[in-house]
């Protein structure tokens, strides 16, 4: 081969890979559109006749019938289309991030949310990060659109205003960290321990954009040894991070441990061209009031949050089961494809 086919093999494997992608993407906004035309169309129907769920099952066993072929016509799944209808008009499914989304992140977001609010939220969320049905879920029921950018920070005052925002956002308060299984003790190298053991689970509740470095990180200052509980960098705010873990209530002494940490890591470790370090302290509990203050006494950027092991408070369980599960509608189009 010539010595420019390597060139040319990985400049034709982009455009398949690109071609295959806008493909993918035009069908399934076509689909979408499919199905969201369906639903509109029983619901009016719905509306002005005032039959019932007997139509439905009726129409799913004729268009399986002129389409024997064609999955997706279910009566769950029909009345999935009635309630994309219900949930959306039509403008805001051709356009924006959730004409992007596929059916089964469509569906998560009718089963897990009960307003257009959080439902925008996620479906922008789920396509800026390439988000899996699988992690829309888990970040839905970990209620992240409560918890993003919720941390107590003194970010505004010690970061740029073009940092300072991005810095906020990536931060969240409470941090869930539900796939621990910790003793009564709870110390802090016990979370550590399985913090870094689950990374990436640890990774998927950070968030975005955090790259792992390491545990203990080893800072010798002047002849003496310190070490940071974890250290990671952070892609796009082009920093590291210095997490430490604290096994009881917020203190402010805390701090001064932090700031000297975050202070060597930008000396020992971090390139010329790497922002100032971050800071994020993650207690057991905070009274945010003293936090603000103790934040204030600061010039290193620093935020402040709680981690839970599991999440207090639930969906509402009159919305949670108002419509069928997703596990529920795959079985039911995998007996489709059956027949």
């Known amino acids: 081969m010539p010595e420019w086919y390597p060139e040319l093999l990985a400049s034709v494997t982009r455009r398949v890979s690109t071609g295959r992608s806008k493909a993918i993407a035009a069908a399934n906004q076509e689909l979408v559109s499919s199905y969201l035309a369906i639903g509109r169309e029983i619901l009016e129907r719905q509306d002005q006749e005032g039959w019932g769920a007997k139509i439905i099952d009726r129409l799913s066993a004729d268009l399986r019938t002129q389409f024997p072929e064609a999955t997706g016509f279910s009566p769950r799944n029909l009345k999935y289309m009635r309630a994309l209808a219900e949930a959306w008009p039509a403008e805001a499914i051709v356009q924006g991030p959730l004409a992007q989304l596929p059916w089964y992140h469509q569906i998560a977001l009718l089963e897990k949310l009960s307003d257009s609010e959080s439902r925008l939220w996620y479906a922008a969320a789920a396509v800026e990060n390439g988000w899996s049905r699988a992690v829309l879920v888990h970040h839905i029921e970990t209620k992240l659109h409560e918890r993003s950018g919720k941390a107590i920070t003194n970010f505004s005052a010690t970061l740029p ?5 991005l810095a906020q956002q990536s931060l969240k308060d409470p941090y869930v960290f539900d796939f621990l299984s910790l003793t009564e003790k ?66 402010p002494s805390f701090l001064g441990q932090l700031g000297m940490y975050m202070a060597a890591v930008d000396d020992l470790l971090a390139h010329p061209d790497d922002k100032p370090t971050i800071g994020l302290l993650l207690c057991k509990s905070k009274n ?52």
Request: hydrophobic share 40%; charged share 30%; with cysteine.
């Open 288 to 339: 945010n009031l003293v936090a603000e203050y103790a934040l204030r006494s600061t010039s290193m950027p620093i935020g402040v949050s709680e981690w839970k092991a599991e999440i207090v408070e639930s969906l509402p369980e009159e919305f949670a089961s108002s419509l069928p599960s997703i596990s529920e509608l795959e079985a039911e189009l995998s007996h489709d494809i059956s027949q």
């Open 161 to 165: 205003p073009s940092d300072s925002d």
């Open 186 to 251: 709870r110390n802090e190298r016990e979370l550590e321990t399985q913090l870094v053991q689950h990374i990436e689970k640890f990774l998927l509740e950070l968030g975005q954009g955090f790259a792992f470095v390491g545990e203990q990180v080893r800072l010798e200052i002047n002849g003496d040894e310190f070490f940071a509980d974890l250290l990671f960098y952070h892609l796009k705010l082009r920093c590291y991070l210095v997490i430490e873990l604290k096994a009881v209530k917020f203190d």
